[in-house]
């Protein structure tokens, strides 16, 4: 039996007139245990129930549908057309103009060499496309787990006092991220992912690229002698102790081409049919950069370029994957970490598109088709890749590194470093997102004090710790409501026969001799002591209170309204 608050009417300022609805509740249809565990099960693993489609199909169509499900190829190419296809050429090689220096780039990020990079750029998209639900997302390696990559293996492996075993790590670390990823696809476990909410990636993101932009410095000055470590401190006093490496000839290029990208990149934002601008500075920085090497022969002055790099197509490294050995751990954490980081970044980029192009995108599938394809791009020496922010045909972008890989090669011998570190700090700026972090600062101050756990932890400390801790937190903000849930005093709008929070609505009213609390949260083990304390200390605040604001009235009824408790505890 409940009353609702709504009926009641004042009759006089001292008289209260009360009406009782009485409701008959029946309890829920009887289930056995099996079936109110395989409700869970599914509502757990399969909210979206993706075996609906096979329902009352005849056996040939419900081979169709699997095929279709598995290889969502399957699906949009048949009806692929010579429209179609011609936007492809060009947002392909458009794209393909920004993966090639990128791909460079950020090879050297993590300490590898550049051709690895490319061959990232190459192999995985092809079976993106073929595996993966998203139709907007550019397959290819990214800011972030390649330093994340770099910082975890070079802690114990130098990548130039043992190259070898350093590119093994690699190509081992990249294959238990694709292992990782894949399983949780499979086993339907991507709820896992959440746990890293907005304000952790905010503050992360903000943090790796603060961490990103500061290695440049080494290429952007010309520093020869550069700390190993991530850390902010350690950076910075690296790049002053060194200051008679600076090089002024470096810095005036490097900077030169950073403020041509950032200029690019600010006219492509604020106009966006001018995409092309920002996708294409790279290649252009590269491109005269290398000219003026060569031409002016800078290589001999000072300048750190390239140099030859590897021609032909990805060369197979299933051989130098290591099971076993002194180094397997760190392969296996560096591979949980940064699967976890790319895979996040991944299913984020492609679910925006879908939500903006009024598509869906499947969680899962994504897990499992960049699992896939992280598996297959450690045999064939690539490293951790993933989906990033851009629009374009994974297939025609694939084709044109591939000629590049082949034919084009030679071309970046003279490639200077500094331009490379000018592209990555172009690159990484756009993950520092001051508006959001304000957002998030008015919404939740906790989800601030998260954001900026992850921030600083990131900076002081180090790229993985820094995630830890931020995990941590939001971890312990959900206990903390889950243990103790969020309680409200409840009054009346004028006029009308709405309750709200009095804190909330300042218009809203007490009901004298009535208090109205507001549940919102379950009940459950963890919070019903506090809950039944938490509802006496309101009865105790309401019969503390200046005894003129009751008038004649003192506390008579006490009103929970619960309809956010879906769940009680059973004595």
Same mark, same amino acid.
């Given at each position: 039996?409940?009353?609702?608050?709504?009926?009641?009417?004042?009759?006089?300022?001292?008289?209260?007139?009360?009406?009782?609805?009485?409701?008959?509740?029946?309890?829920?249809?009887?289930? @056995? %245990?099996?079936?109110?565990?395989?409700? !869970?099960?599914?509502?757990?693993?399969?909210?979206?129930?993706?075996? !609906?489609?096979?329902?009352?199909?005849?056996?040939?169509?419900?081979?169709?549908?699997?095929?279709?499900?598995?290889?969502?190829?399957?699906?949009?190419?048949?009806?692929?057309?010579?429209?179609?296809?011609?936007?492809?050429?060009? @947002?392909?090689?458009?794209?393909?103009?920004?993966?090639?220096? +990128?791909?460079?780039?950020?090879?050297?990020?993590? @300490?590898?060499? =550049?051709?690895?990079?490319?061959?990232?750029?190459?192999?995985?998209?092809?079976?993106?496309?073929?595996?993966?639900?998203? !139709?907007?997302?550019?397959?290819? =390696?990214?800011?972030?787990?390649?330093?994340?990559?770099?910082?975890?293996?070079?802690?114990?492996?130098?990548?130039?006092?043992?190259?070898?075993?350093?590119?093994? *790590?690699?190509?081992?670390?990249?294959?238990?991220? #694709?292992?990782?990823?894949?399983? *949780?696809?499979?086993?339907?476990?991507?709820?896992?992912?959440?746990?890293?909410?907005?304000?952790?990636?905010?503050?992360?993101?903000?943090?790796?690229?603060?961490?990103?932009?500061? +290695?440049?410095?080494?290429?952007?000055?010309?520093?020869?002698?550069? %700390?190993?470590?991530?850390?902010?401190? =350690?950076?910075?006093?690296?790049?002053?102790?060194?200051?008679?490496?600076?090089?002024?000839?470096?810095?005036?290029?490097?900077?030169?081409?950073?403020?041509?990208?950032?200029?690019?990149?600010?006219?492509?934002?604020?106009?966006?049919?001018?995409?092309?601008? @920002?996708?294409?500075?790279?290649?252009?920085?590269?491109?005269?950069?290398?000219?003026?090497?060569?031409?002016?022969?800078?290589?001999?002055?000072?300048?750190?370029?390239?140099?030859?790099?590897?021609?032909?197509?990805?060369?197979?490294?299933?051989?130098?994957?290591?099971?076993?050995?002194?180094?397997?751990?760190?392969?296996?954490?560096?591979?949980?970490?940064? &699967?976890?980081?790319?895979? %996040?970044? #991944?299913?984020?980029?492609?679910?925006?598109?879908?939500?903006?192009?009024?598509?869906?995108?499947?969680?899962?599938? /994504?897990?499992?088709?960049? &699992?896939?394809?992280?598996?297959?791009?450690?045999?064939?020496?690539?490293?951790?890749?993933?989906?990033?922010?851009?629009?374009?045909?994974?297939?025609?972008?694939?084709?044109?590194?591939?000629?590049?890989?082949?034919? *084009?090669? =030679?071309?970046?011998?003279?490639?200077?470093?500094?331009?490379?570190?000018?592209?990555?700090?172009?690159?990484?700026?756009?993950?520092?997102?001051?508006?959001?972090?304000?957002?998030?600062?008015?919404?939740?101050?906790?989800?601030?004090?998260?954001?900026?756990?992850?921030?600083?932890?990131?900076?002081?400390?180090?790229?993985?710790?820094?995630?830890?801790?931020?995990?941590?937190?939001?971890?312990?903000?959900?206990?903390?409501?889950?243990?103790?849930?969020?309680?409200?005093?409840?009054?009346?709008?004028?006029?009308?026969?709405?309750?709200?929070?009095?804190?909330?609505?300042? /218009?809203?009213?007490?009901?004298?001799?009535?208090?109205?609390?507001?549940?919102?949260?379950?009940?459950?083990?963890?919070?019903?002591?506090?809950?039944?304390?938490?509802?006496?200390?309101?009865?105790?605040?309401?019969?503390?209170?200046?005894?003129?604001?009751?008038?004649?009235?003192?506390? !008579?009824?006490?009103?929970?309204?619960?309809?956010?408790?879906?769940?009680?505890?059973?004595?």
């Amino acid at each position: 039996m409940e009353s609702n608050p709504s009926t009641m009417q004042e009759q006089s300022p001292s008289c209260l007139e009360i009406t009782m609805e009485v409701h008959s509740v029946v309890p829920p249809p009887h289930k @056995s %245990t099996i079936q109110k565990l395989k409700t !869970r099960l599914k509502e757990t693993l399969f909210p979206d129930d993706p075996f !609906r489609q096979f329902k009352g199909q005849p056996t040939k169509k419900k081979w169709v549908l699997a095929a279709q499900y598995i290889f969502p190829i399957l699906h949009w190419g048949p009806n692929y057309n010579l429209k179609l296809f011609k936007s492809d050429i060009v @947002s392909g090689v458009t794209i393909a103009s920004l993966a090639i220096p +990128q791909g460079i780039s950020y090879a050297k990020l993590a @300490s590898l060499p =550049p051709i690895v990079g490319l061959y990232s750029s190459f192999v995985p998209p092809l079976v993106y496309a073929v595996l993966g639900s998203s !139709r907007d997302i550019a397959v290819g =390696p990214v800011s972030i787990a390649s330093l994340i990559l770099g910082s975890m293996l070079t802690q114990q492996v130098s990548p130039t006092g043992d190259p070898v075993l350093f590119l093994q *790590l690699a190509f081992t670390a990249t294959f238990f991220a #694709g292992l990782f990823q894949a399983s *949780l696809g499979f086993l339907r476990l991507g709820f896992i992912i959440d746990f890293l909410s907005k304000a952790t990636l905010i503050g992360f993101m903000a943090g790796a690229a603060i961490i990103v932009s500061l +290695q440049q410095l080494k290429s952007l000055l010309g520093i020869t002698h550069f %700390t190993k470590k991530m850390g902010f401190i =350690p950076v910075m006093t690296s790049v002053f102790h060194n200051s008679q490496e600076w090089s002024w000839q470096t810095i005036l290029m490097g900077f030169s081409f950073l403020v041509f990208l950032l200029v690019a990149r600010h006219l492509s934002m604020r106009r966006p049919k001018l995409f092309w601008v @920002s996708a294409a500075a790279p290649l252009v920085c590269v491109i005269l950069s290398t000219f003026l090497v060569f031409a002016f022969k800078a290589q001999h002055h000072g300048f750190s370029v390239i140099g030859k790099l590897q021609e032909g197509l990805n060369p197979p490294s299933w051989n130098m994957l290591q099971f076993h050995g002194g180094h397997l751990g760190l392969s296996m954490k560096t591979g949980l970490v940064t &699967g976890i980081i790319s895979l %996040t970044e #991944g299913i984020a980029v492609g679910r925006t598109f879908a939500s903006l192009m009024n598509y869906k995108v499947d969680g899962n599938k /994504e897990m499992m088709a960049i &699992g896939l394809m992280n598996i297959v791009g450690s045999s064939t020496s690539c490293y951790v890749t993933t989906g990033a922010k851009t629009a374009a045909s994974n297939i025609v972008m694939s084709i044109t590194v591939m000629v590049t890989i082949l034919f *084009l090669m =030679p071309l970046f011998q003279y490639t200077p470093n500094v331009v490379l570190g000018a592209i990555i700090v172009s690159a990484v700026v756009g993950l520092i997102d001051i508006p959001a972090a304000y957002h998030v600062w008015k919404m939740d101050k906790f989800d601030f004090i998260v954001m900026l756990c992850a921030f600083f932890g990131v900076i002081f400390i180090s790229v993985q710790h820094g995630l830890a801790i931020a995990v941590a937190v939001s971890i312990f903000k959900i206990l903390m409501q889950i243990t103790r849930p969020k309680t409200v005093f409840l009054g009346k709008i004028p006029g009308t026969d709405i309750y709200r929070d009095l804190h909330h609505y300042k /218009e809203s009213v007490k009901i004298p001799g009535f208090l109205i609390l507001s549940i919102e949260a379950p009940i459950n083990f963890a919070n019903s002591t506090y809950l039944n304390e938490r509802v006496l200390r309101w009865i105790e605040e309401y019969e503390a209170e200046d005894p003129k604001m009751h008038s004649n009235s003192s506390l !008579r009824f006490v009103i929970l309204e619960m309809s956010m408790v879906y769940h009680f505890l059973k004595n």
